[in-house]
């Protein structure tokens, strides 16, 4: 009974290493909403996923490590294993002219930095043991503040740590693009930046490459020097990042995704599903509100304008007049606009004739296609509207054989106008001028007395108004007979 409990018990141990041992050899995060790492101090993780670093405390430290140590090489006198590292970082700040301490990437034989100095230190060291090798630690720094007591070489660089804080080697944070020109970075710039660390265990060369999110690796590092890290990496080493504030705090530091491999290359991140970060300062106005939205206000406002004009000349193009006096009288009333478009507009090649006080004009009603004709009385006529009253008053109670029907009439403004039947054969006097000269001189005066004496006469006397041979219309052919 006893040894199937050993052999169990043998085999569950065997099991746990063979599985810690593969889940360690590499990982992935693309943001680390559910990630299990080990924080301290002010690191954290937010709602969102960012592993925040730091916050607005000053002279405080934050790291955040990967929680199983990782096997680098097989024993304590073996050659280190190569290994590489991507992840994407930003530092935010709302004074990129003013520096701060910044981020190191850190591969160290312990978790436990309770006796580290934050400020000039990163959190990972203190005046003392800075520089020693009994240190075990490398590191990548992200620095953005220049430290004469470790030499920096400017307040916006990226150096490669062993055991201390004087860089072995350190340039200007910076890529070079396809085009093969370099270009600098600003690390605490506020956007997200990609940031890849590799060592090659058989070359025993160490390489640091950055670049911006979207750009693709770089085929030329920032970074690049022979070192073996076999002496200075233990068998098996924590992996995490190191962060630290100093007397005044400038900029948060965020890491928003980070891949690690063993005996190859980290995985890449999916920078889709990558943590946003804070916004900070004043909310950016959109090109819409700012361009598009001042150009469709004033077009918008000029149409409208442009509307009510067009709107208001209309209403007065064809307003009418309409008094208390015209309600006695029963002749339609007709809208100004129906006969202006009856009449095309009142053109000259429309008109009929000419009155002793305005025009008379041929039109075609737009609905009822009924012929009419419309006398316009002229604006300079004095007695305009005197005579326009007394039209109306009697002509519209008048119906005879011999006068023309007034259909109605209409007012707008100072213009007066009546609306007859159209008479297809004109003006009497028209027919009589038109005749020729042999019917005007042998027949004229018989004509004459004929009009006058047998009905124009009897029409006159019955309906005590003037009339003029202008006013008589022809309803149908004449036959003159010598």
Known sequence: MVPLKVAALIFYILSSF?????????????????????????????????????????????????????????????????????????????YQELGGQGIIFVLSPSKNFERANPALYFGLFNQT??????????GVELDTLKNIEVEDIDDNHVGIDING?????????GYWDNTDLFRNLTLNSGHPTQLWVEYDGIEKQISVTLAPLHNSKPN??????????????????????????????????????????????????????????PRTGPKKISKVLTVYMPVIVVVSVTLAIWGVVCYVNRRRKFAEVLEEWERDYSPQRFKFKDLY?????????????????????????????????????????????????AEIASMGRLRHRNLVPLLGYCRRKSELLLVYEYMSNGSLDKFLDNQPKEMKECGGSSLSAFAVNLEFRNFASDFQCPIYWSNLWLHIQICLVL
């Not at 670093?53 to 000053?58: G, H």
């Not at 804080?165 to 944070?173: D, N, T």
């Not at 005044?248 to 946003?276: C, E």
């Open 165 to 173: 804080l004087k860089s072995i080697s350190s340039k200007s944070s």
């Open 220 to 277: 030329r590092t920032l970074l690049q020097i022979s070192y073996d890290l076999s002496s200075v990496l233990k068998p098996t080493m924590f992996v995490g990042f190191s962060s630290a504030t100093g007397p005044i705090q400038i900029a948060t530091h965020y890491v928003l995704g980070w891949s690690f491999k063993i005996n190859g290359m980290a995985q890449p991140l999916d920078l889709s599903r990558l943590p946003k970060l």
């Open 129 to 138: 043991n800075s520089g020693n090798s009994s240190n075990h630690i490398f």
């Open 341 to 389: 478009k009856a009449t095309k507009g009142f053109k000259d090649k429309e008109i009929l004739g000419r009155g002793g006080f305005g025009k008379v004009y041929k039109g075609v009603m737009p609905r009822s296609k009924v012929e009419i004709a419309v006398k316009r009385v002229s604006h300079e006529s004095r007695q305009g509207m005197r005579e326009f009253v």
């Open 18 to 94: 063979l599985t810690t041992s593969k889940s360690v050899d590499e990982f992935s995060y693309n943001g680390f909403r559910s990630a299990n790492l080990s924080l301290d101090g002010m690191a954290k993780i937010t709602p969102n996923g960012l592993l925040k670093l730091n916050n607005a405390t000053i002279l405080e430290k934050g790291h955040a490590f990967f929680p199983d140590p990782i096997e680098v090489k097989n024993s304590i006198n073996a050659s280190a294993s190569s290994f590489s590292a991507y992840f994407v970082f930003a530092m935010v700040s709302g």
